[in-house]
């Protein structure tokens, strides 16, 4: 697992600006490996690491509630805008090969939280960049150290190149827009 991260390239607000790989880390504290029981192959049973590469978009918590990360609402913002991946915060090529995660059936917001949803419709939501294409490298990374993006399959990801991906992010978010409006008449 070194091979992801530095010596004591611990995340703080400095480090959290670093673009590229490999990501600054938290040191996750005990009480947190076993946070919640895991439904996958781990031999640790471990729901977290050690250490945990922190995204360029994000914000470590790890808090009482269960809560990882936060978004980092200016990088967030930067991700679709420039078109940057959010593990790293760099810049896609032009007709590069990348990957996208494709089965979020939760409707995106600015800052992953549900404070103008429907409950009953998207009872849990996520930020813009989590369906918007990464290097294939940072997803890897991601499905490591994500508690959550290693509990998905290979068939959860559509691989190809930037612009058909950020295209077809956007297809999909406008289909859950119109998914939600229409479940939210139907109330």
């Not at 050690?50 to 809560?67: C, E, H, K, Y």
């Amino acid at each position: 697992m070194k091979k992801y991260y530095l010596d004591n390239f611990i995340w703080n607000k400095e480090t959290s600006e670093i673009r590229g790989l490999p990501r600054p880390y938290v040191k996750v504290n005990k009480l947190y490996y076993f946070l919640k029981p895991v439904g996958f192959k781990n031999k640790f049973k471990r729901y977290l690491h050690t250490i945990v590469p922190i995204p360029w978009q994000s914000i470590p918590l790890f808090d009482n509630f269960g809560a990882l990360l936060d978004v980092n609402i200016d990088h967030e913002s930067e991700v679709v805008k420039n078109g940057l991946c959010a593990y790293c915060g760099i810049k896609f090529k032009e007709k590069e090969i990348c990957i996208r995660w494709t089965t979020q059936n939760f409707m995106p917001t600015v800052d992953g939280k549900n404070s103008s949803l429907d409950k009953n419709i998207f009872p849990r939501s996520r930020v813009f960049s989590d369906s918007y294409p990464h290097h294939l490298e940072c997803m890897q990374q991601a499905r490591i150290f994500c508690p959550f993006m290693r509990t998905l399959i290979d068939k959860n990801f559509e691989i190809g190149e930037y612009d058909i991906l950020r295209s077809n992010h956007f297809k999909h978010i406008e289909m859950l827009k119109n998914t939600y409006m229409g479940a939210k008449n139907e109330l």
